[in-house]
């Protein structure tokens, strides 16, 4: 039932949706999906990559039909009328239409203009949403100059400038980092208590879904569940723990070991320790667990969302690991990657601000920092994909900035959005990548045989990569990276939009790599995944701010949080002191790297 009886703004009663891939296969997006969702209230769809959340936005908005069932919004049958229904809604997709060379308010008025707001409520409704995104003092500023989480501020700000009766978010904060998301969150919520708006939004933070006050777990088209976030966290009662690494041991080693139990669920690391949920309220401890000092944990949504895909027979892990037929000779304490006062300028902007840091053999190291932070221009620096302007860098004992060429051979790249050739099949992308990396003949076809078996890729040769699953992408992507078998894997937000079952599996792909002595350096805006790292650096406004191992860095919140700081505390904390003791940087090319 939806919450405190109001009345659904959306029904949903057997709903089916197949589509069709070039390959001539058929895939069950939705397979009668049942679910409402009430006025007046904050309605999350959660499940896995391919569950089938965006599709069920997608028939709402009335931007397609269903194949079978009932869908009605406001009361109207979108399939019969879906012009009425887009003229009562809002609907902010994934990659919102800003149209990048038209200041902030250029894109306002565009937006009013194609909804026929009138002079007079533009004057009203613009000082309301320029308050509320906090957009005000930047109406000047072309839309390709904000940061990641500007502009989904102001395309929210577009999507509201008329005013719904249903407000749709399909992954509203997905790439955004954790000032933005609080930012945006802090609006949507304000927009359902103060303003009585309805909304139905997708996620794959599950942390977002504990703030809704009403949830529906969707996978492989199917409902699981809907209800209170709280109904979903009770699943996990008596079973969810968190647990201490014996000494000398890390929590993503413990994690992995733990990963390997039939009688446990689900682990993550957490605060230095592991959070772990077992299958039943056992009786007797898990084998992985001999010797393991635990205590009980409050459950929580994510706890339970992983009981309900467990029960839904969904593998919470993958059985096999990257295994490398070369990898690098192991030298302990050797300093893979040595930066000495990077620093790159965009004219007379400054992008990268004497960064200093070195990453160990091995060592997986983990670049954070709020969009706009420099990371992904260091990130390029590194990988010899641009040049610095002044300071020392060094990959492999190679010089970057006077042999990137000779360097790229022993380095692996997985950009942000995989840089895959999205018409090309998935063995064609492979065979271009080795062939790139000067892979021929029988090593060539053994290193992609190899790529097809590691990341079970065979049964989507021939599908153009552009049609693969999010998590199929990012597997295409990682097996490429690999071809070659480098010693060094940089990561630019490799996990972004992917769900949680994808972002366990890659991290247990990441440890062991790392037990390969294969170095791994990721940016990342999952602040939880932080904790998989053995050291990382905040980065904000082109500088460092804070290094360290994840318990030193998270030290930094505790007079700050009356509980025990998150790393989400610490990074909030560390970039809002860096903000208040250094000016704005100015606008220009640099607010967008």
């Given at each position: 039932?939806?919450?405190?009886?109001?009345?659904?703004?959306?029904?949903?009663?057997?709903?089916?949706?197949?589509?069709?891939?070039?390959?001539?296969?058929?895939?069950?997006?939705?397979?009668?999906?049942?679910?409402?969702?009430?006025?007046?209230?904050?309605?999350?769809?959660?499940?896995?990559?391919?569950?089938?959340?965006?599709?069920?936005?997608?028939?709402?908005?009335?931007?397609?039909?269903?194949?079978?069932?009932?869908?009605?919004?406001?009361?109207?049958?979108?399939?019969?009328?879906p012009k009425q229904v887009q003229s009562r809604i809002g609907y902010m997709p994934q990659r919102f239409g800003l149209y990048e060379d038209l200041t902030v308010q250029e894109n306002l008025d565009l937006?009013?203009?194609?909804?026929?707001?009138?002079?007079?409520?533009?004057?009203?409704?613009?000082?309301?949403?320029?308050?509320?995104?906090?957009?005000?003092?930047?109406?000047?500023?072309?839309?390709?100059?904000?940061?990641?989480?500007?502009?989904?501020?102001?395309?929210?700000?577009?999507?509201?400038?008329?005013?719904?009766?249903?407000?749709?978010?399909?992954?509203?904060?997905?790439?955004?980092?954790?000032?933005?998301?609080?930012?945006?969150?802090?609006?949507?919520?304000?927009?359902?208590?103060?303003?009585?708006?309805?909304?139905?939004?997708?996620?794959?933070?599950?942390?977002?879904?504990?703030?809704?006050?009403?949830?529906?777990?969707?996978?492989?088209?199917?409902?699981?569940?809907?209800?209170?976030?709280?109904?979903?966290?009770?699943?996990?009662?008596?079973?969810?723990?968190?647990?201490?690494?014996?000494?000398?041991?890390?929590?993503?080693?413990?994690?992995?070991?733990?990963?390997?139990?039939?009688?446990?669920?689900?682990?993550?690391?957490?605060?230095?320790?592991?959070?772990?949920?077992?299958?039943?309220?056992?009786?007797?401890?898990?084998?992985?667990?001999?010797?393991?000092?635990?205590?009980?944990?409050?459950?929580?949504?994510?706890?339970?969302?992983?009981?309900?895909?467990?029960?839904?027979?969904?593998?919470?892990?993958?059985?096999?690991?990257?295994?490398?037929?070369?990898?690098?000779?192991?030298?302990?304490?050797?300093?893979?990657?040595?930066?000495?006062?990077?620093?790159?300028?965009?004219?007379?902007?400054?992008?990268?601000?004497?960064?200093?840091?070195?990453?160990?053999?091995?060592?997986?190291?983990?670049?954070?920092?709020?969009?706009?932070?420099?990371?992904?221009?260091?990130?390029?620096?590194?990988?010899?994909?641009?040049?610095?302007?002044?300071?020392?860098?060094?990959?492999?004992?190679?010089?970057?900035?006077?042999?990137?060429?000779?360097?790229?051979?022993?380095?692996?790249?997985?950009?942000?959005?995989?840089?895959?050739?999205?018409?090309?099949?998935?063995?064609?992308?492979?065979?271009?990548?080795?062939?790139?990396?000067?892979?021929?003949?029988?090593?060539?076809?053994?290193?992609?045989?190899?790529?097809?078996?590691?990341?079970?890729?065979?049964?989507?040769?021939?599908?153009?990569?552009?049609?693969?699953?999010?998590?199929?992408?990012?597997?295409?992507?990682?097996?490429?990276?690999?071809?070659?078998?480098?010693?060094?894997?940089?990561?630019?937000?490799?996990?972004?939009?992917?769900?949680?079952?994808?972002?366990?599996?890659?991290?247990?792909?990441?440890?062991?790599?790392?037990?390969?002595?294969?170095?791994?350096?990721?940016?990342?805006?999952?602040?939880?995944?932080?904790?998989?790292?053995?050291?990382?650096?905040?980065?904000?406004?082109?500088?460092?701010?804070?290094?360290?191992?994840?318990?030193?860095?998270?030290?930094?919140?505790?007079?700050?949080?009356?509980?025990?700081?998150?790393?989400?505390?610490?990074?909030?904390?560390?970039?809002?002191?860096?903000?208040?003791?250094?000016?704005?940087?100015?606008?220009?090319?640099?607010?967008?790297?």
């Open positions: 039932m939806i919450p405190g009886g109001n009345s659904p703004v959306l029904i949903a009663n057997g709903i089916h949706k197949m589509f069709r891939r070039q390959t001539g296969e058929f895939v069950q997006a939705l397979d009668g999906v049942s679910m409402e969702a009430g006025h007046g209230t904050l309605t999350a769809l959660v499940g896995p990559d391919g569950a089938g959340k965006t599709t069920l936005i997608r028939l709402a908005a009335g931007l397609m039909s269903a194949d079978a069932g009932e869908l009605k919004v406001l009361g109207v049958d979108v399939n019969a009328d937006y009013a203009d194609m909804h026929g707001v009138t002079s007079q409520e533009r004057r009203e409704r613009y000082s309301r949403l320029m308050v509320m995104t906090a957009l005000g003092p930047f109406t000047k500023r072309l839309a390709g100059r904000l940061s990641g989480g500007m502009k989904q501020k102001l395309g929210l700000a577009c999507t509201l400038i008329r005013r719904p009766e249903l407000l749709l978010l399909d992954e509203p904060t997905v790439g955004v980092d954790p000032l933005s998301r609080r930012e945006l969150w802090e609006i949507i919520l304000q927009l359902v208590s103060e303003q009585g708006l309805s909304v139905l939004l997708s996620t794959s933070y599950l942390d977002e879904a504990e703030r809704c006050g009403h949830v529906v777990v969707l996978h492989q088209g199917k409902v699981l569940a809907q209800g209170r976030p709280a109904e979903v966290s009770e699943l996990a009662t008596g079973r969810t723990f968190l647990a201490e690494p014996p000494t000398g041991k890390t929590a993503r080693g413990l994690q992995s070991r733990l990963l390997d139990d039939p009688g446990i669920i689900d682990a993550v690391p957490e605060g230095g320790r592991v959070r772990l949920v077992q299958i039943a309220e056992a009786k007797t401890r898990p084998p992985a667990l001999g010797g393991v000092s635990v205590v009980p944990a409050q459950p929580r949504f994510e706890d339970g969302f992983m009981v309900l895909l467990r029960r839904s027979a969904a593998q919470a892990h993958t059985e096999s690991f990257i295994t490398l037929d070369h990898p690098p000779q192991r030298r302990d304490g050797e300093a893979i990657v040595q930066v000495r006062d990077l620093v790159r300028r965009f004219g007379v902007f400054t992008a990268v601000n004497h960064v200093s840091f070195e990453v160990r053999r091995g060592e997986v190291f983990g670049l954070l920092g709020p969009n706009g932070a420099g990371k992904t221009t260091t990130f390029r620096m590194l990988c010899g994909l641009l040049a610095a302007t002044a300071g020392t860098l060094q990959v492999a004992g190679v010089d970057m900035r006077h042999a990137r060429a000779s360097a790229r051979q022993r380095i692996g790249y997985v950009a942000q959005k995989f840089s895959l050739y999205g018409q090309l099949s998935v063995a064609e992308n492979l065979d271009f990548f080795a062939s790139a990396y000067g892979l021929r003949g029988s090593q060539k076809r053994g290193r992609i045989d190899w790529a097809m078996r590691q990341f079970d890729l065979a049964g989507f040769a021939h599908l153009p990569s552009g049609q693969l699953p999010g998590g199929y992408k990012q597997r295409l992507a990682m097996a490429a990276a690999l071809l070659h078998e480098p010693e060094t894997l940089f990561l630019d937000e490799p996990t972004s939009g992917a769900d949680p079952l994808a972002r366990r599996d890659f991290w247990r792909q990441m440890t062991a790599l790392a037990e390969q002595s294969v170095t791994v350096i990721v940016t990342t805006h999952f602040m939880e995944e932080a904790e998989y790292c053995d050291r990382i650096a905040i980065m904000d406004t082109g500088r460092v701010l804070a290094q360290g191992t994840p318990a030193e860095v998270r030290r930094r919140a505790r007079s700050s949080a009356a509980r025990e700081p998150t790393m989400e505390d610490a990074f909030i904390a560390i970039v809002e002191e860096g903000r208040h003791s250094t000016p704005e940087r100015p606008e220009g090319k640099g607010d967008v790297l």
